[in-house]
């Protein structure tokens, strides 16, 4: 079984913790599911990358990568709490995830919403550098929140690319 940072093993408030920045992540990543519509009639037009995957897709990488990310919000902030960081260390690399969530909660708005996926490729080349300098700053502070990351860095690359490839085919 995982421990925390002060090496004792997790309770049952730590693991409320967990659970409720797993679900305040996930809801925070929801407020781009309005703008979606891949049912719409400008989605419909576009000619997509042959790789582009089946929409049910989205709706399992997401939750699960939304999930992940609180939960390696959530040590960190563990490691605040137990004086295995200094607060002025965590308190910044909470505040870059953040803004990197909110980075990444604009994307929906500007390629949905606005039907611009040159413009969505931009929000995307913008998240890259702040999820990989966020996952530094996790690692500065424990490695298991910042390998908690790499799959939503993994699939950022993916996403970048597969709206790449659309802006280029359309």
């Known amino acids: 079984m995982a421990t925390t940072t002060s090496g004792r093993l997790p309770d049952r408030r730590d693991a409320l913790i967990i659970a409720a920045a797993a679900v305040a992540v996930n809801l925070i990543g929801a407020v781009g599911v309005p703008f979606t519509a891949t049912g719409s009639a400008w989605f419909a037009a576009l000619e997509l990358p042959g790789f582009y995957p089946p929409s049910w897709a989205f709706g399992v990488v997401w939750p699960t990568l939304y999930a992940l990310l609180g939960t390696a919000a959530a040590i960190v902030y563990f490691a605040g709490r137990d004086g295995a960081a200094s607060a002025g260390r965590v308190r910044t690399a909470l505040a870059l995830f953040g803004v990197q969530l909110a980075v ?26 702040l999820v990989v300098a966020t996952i530094a700053l996790f690692d500065r502070i424990d490695r298991r929140a910042a390998a908690l990351l790499v799959p939503y860095l993994a699939w950022v690359c993916f996403a ?11």
């Open 104 to 129: 990444n909660v604009a994307w929906s708005p500007v390629f949905w919403g606005l039907e611009r996926p040159g413009l969505g490729l931009v929000v995307l080349v913008a998240l890259l550098p």
């Open 160 to 170: 970048t690319a597969l709206n790449y490839g659309i802006w280029a085919l359309n």
